[in-house]
């Protein structure tokens, strides 16, 4: 891999930062009330989220799932319309109407998360259509997990893909549990050998808690689909750290201590943090990053703290562009 | 121009079927805006299943009439993705009962992703399928789900009845920034009619009075529209006036017209060929109670599909559908008038 500059080095680890302090943030305010519902958190998952994120180009798209704060951060969104919209404010990305299942922002190429398990995999193959059509160079991804490569539509979206070589990375994000069920009992043979059914790559990283090897790997993957030589299934090894989602008690320990201890010690933060020290970061630099994105998510809060819940006026707003249609 | 406004100016019209004014539509908007593209199964090569899509990838090549795999939740998604881009796409799905397949990605997605996203993004996506029973074609192959659709707020859903309103209805569907269902007919595809020349675009969301009456509107869409015109002008003959409603379009509801023509006829009844309960048929009587029941001088009665998967043999397909005679019966009810002789149709 070409050396990446210092700039970039620093924004990975910024950006992995970020994601954990936002989510950690977000898992106390759903345990206080302070976000209804609950939501799904990417600890652990981000150096998986933060190397495919920052190997797409500013004007790529991308599509996400039920787990999904992490991609926009990833992609560059800022946190305050994220956290804002957690708690269901009128300043909120979605403006109080989608919610953690539904974050969207645009302005990075964020084309939106469902909650409904790889509903959002056809979705990024449209915009893929849609660049090779208009000849615009942009490429797609579609962030899924485990549980959603059962999905057939990833199989019909991977066969169109490929035969209409459209410039698509399908991103399976293993964190080996769909829900509290361990893929290998439901998933016959290694996920990213299923691309070879298709005549496209696949490839597995099975260092993906280590934020340059998924960079690595999903590069390779943009760079062959811009080239206009199709798509690339590339499977990430990863490991949710917290449960399935917050504040769920499933009463039975699914995941035992040895596994969860063998992955902690493999931490992405940590493990990136002792890269960049010895490539040059100083400690108080690295401790800096860490402070930076605590401060942050400290401002996205008290942003959502001082926004007002939606209008009740609202309520039809966007149902239609006309909106007559809605009457 | 705006078909529903303004027909002062001499309009030249040719007599075709609704499936060459679907073809034709097809071709101008292809030709009208670049983004427009045509994805579905069989319709470049194959030219459709019901040939609606004739010539037009051999005249505007595969990138823009797109022959997609039987993969019907992966294509309309692929479409939903394009839309969400700025492309155009008008989806055939080859007959209704297959949009099923697809009903997550219409559903979950298309309809909602607009507000769910605060208007962040528009879904100029158009689905193409045809409904309807009548061709031995058996139970999974002959249902009428289009108010599936039309419960879903976030989607438009029209049916037109007549080759001018196809062409009509689909312009202003392609032309429109919101996903919108275009429901077509079997029995339909072969129908002639009268259709003006040039663009021709209807305000989706108006119904029309297609025939003018006084004792009683009856109330229709699509196949049923047809029906329900050569009923009331049997009933004519026999000295009855009956008045017409075309909904044209099932969400948005043209609730307004539906209301006027009953204040006027004092009575109704809805022909609809999708099953009764929680039908097309249940809204329009809902509607018709809410807005004018102080003028109503009978109940709202419903003719629609005998409730079960419709049977393949022609007795039993011909005996599920509501057909000329029950409407005829029905109306003959509402109006407190004698049965009429019974025919070889009646049942």
Not at chain 1, 137 to 155: E, M
Not at chain 2, 283 to 299: H, K, M, Q, R, W
Request: proline share 4%.
């Amino acid at each position: 891999m070409a050396e990446l500059a210092r700039d970039t080095l620093r924004e990975m680890q910024l950006r992995m930062l970020r994601i954990r302090a936002f989510d950690e943030r977000a898992s106390k305010m759903v345990k206080r009330g302070h976000i209804p519902g609950t939501v799904h958190t990417s600890i652990g998952q981000e150096a998986q989220v933060v190397g495919a994120t920052m190997a797409l180009g500013a004007g790529d798209y991308m599509s996400g799932n039920h787990r999904s704060h992490g991609h926009p951060i990833g992609k560059g969104s800022p946190l305050g319309p994220l956290m804002a919209e957690l708690v269901g404010k009128a300043t909120g990305v979605c403006k109080g109407k989608g919610g953690s299942l539904h974050l969207a922002d645009f302005a990075v190429g964020s084309l939106g998360e469902s909650g409904i398990v790889g509903s959002s995999i056809p979705i990024a193959n449209g915009a893929a259509l849609s660049s090779k059509v208009l000849n615009n160079g942009k490429v797609a991804l579609a962030f899924f997990g485990d549980g959603a490569a059962n999905q057939g539509v990833l199989y019909e979206s991977m066969n169109m893909a490929g035969v209409w070589d459209l410039p698509m990375i399908f991103l399976c994000e293993n964190n080996q549990y769909a829900l509290s069920t361990p893929a290998h009992t439901v998933t016959s043979g290694i996920i990213s050998e299923r691309a070879a059914g298709f005549g496209m790559p696949g490839i597995r990283v099975e260092e993906g808690q280590d934020v340059l090897a998924v960079y690595d790997a999903v590069s390779k993957a943009v760079a062959r689909a811009r080239a206009g030589d199709g798509p690339t299934l590339v499977e990430v090894m990863t490991y949710r750290y917290n449960e399935h989602s917050e504040g769920l008690r499933l009463g039975t320990d699914y995941r035992n201590a040895e596994e969860r201890d063998a992955w902690l010690k493999k931490d992405p933060i940590m493990l990136f943090r002792h890269y960049l020290a010895s490539h040059g970061f100083s400690d108080d630099e690295l401790d800096g990053l860490q402070a930076t994105a605590l401060a942050e998510v400290d401002a996205a809060v008290a942003f959502s703290d001082a926004s007002p819940y939606p209008d009740l006026s609202v309520a039809f707003d966007d149902l239609y562009t006309d909106k007559e249609s809605a009457a | 121009m705006n078909t529903d406004t303004d027909n002062t100016e001499a309009v030249t019209t040719r007599t075709i079927t609704y499936r060459q004014a679907l073809n034709e539509t097809l071709r101008a908007e292809l030709e009208h805006d670049e983004k427009v593209f045509l994805i579905g199964e069989e319709i470049g090569v194959f030219e459709g299943s019901y040939k609606i899509t004739a010539g037009l990838l051999e005249d505007f090549g595969p990138d823009r009439v797109l022959d997609a795999p039987i993969a019907e939740e992966g294509f309309v998604g692929a479409a939903l993705g394009a839309a969400m881009l700025g492309m155009r796409p008008v989806v055939e799905i080859m007959t209704i009962n297959f949009s099923l397949i697809a009903i997550d990605q219409i559903v979950n997605h298309a309809a909602k992703m607009r507000s769910m996203f605060a208007g962040q993004v528009s879904i100029p996506l158009v689905i193409r399928m045809p409904g309807g029973g009548g061709q031995q074609l058996a139970a999974t192959h002959s249902q009428n789900l289009e108010v599936w659709y039309a419960h879903i707020p976030g989607l438009k859903v029209v049916a037109p009845s007549t080759p001018a309103d196809a062409k009509a209805l689909l312009t202003a569907a392609i032309r429109d920034d919101d996903p919108v269902i275009f429901l077509e007919n079997l029995s339909l595809y072969s129908a002639k009619g009268e259709v003006p020349d040039g663009e021709q675009i209807a305000e989706i969301g108006k119904a029309a009075v297609v025939k003018t009456g006084i004792d009683l509107t009856i109330v229709s869409y699509s196949r049923g529209t047809t029906t329900a015109l050569e009923v009331a002008n049997q009933l004519e003959a026999e000295g009855l006036s009956i008045e017409v409603v075309d909904l044209r379009s099932l969400r948005p509801l043209d609730r307004d017209t539906i209301c006027a023509s009953v204040k006027k006829t004092g009575h109704a009844v809805v022909f609809e060929d999708d099953w009764l309960s929680y039908g097309i048929g249940a809204e329009i009587s809902a509607t018709i109670g809410e807005g004018v029941f102080d003028f109503l001088d009978a109940p709202v009665r419903r003719v629609a599909a005998a409730e079960v998967p419709l049977p393949y043999a022609k007795s039993l397909e011909r005996a599920a559908l509501p057909s000329a005679a029950d409407l005829a019966r029905v109306v003959r009810e509402v109006l407190n008038l004698a049965p009429a002789t019974a025919t070889s149709n009646d049942k």
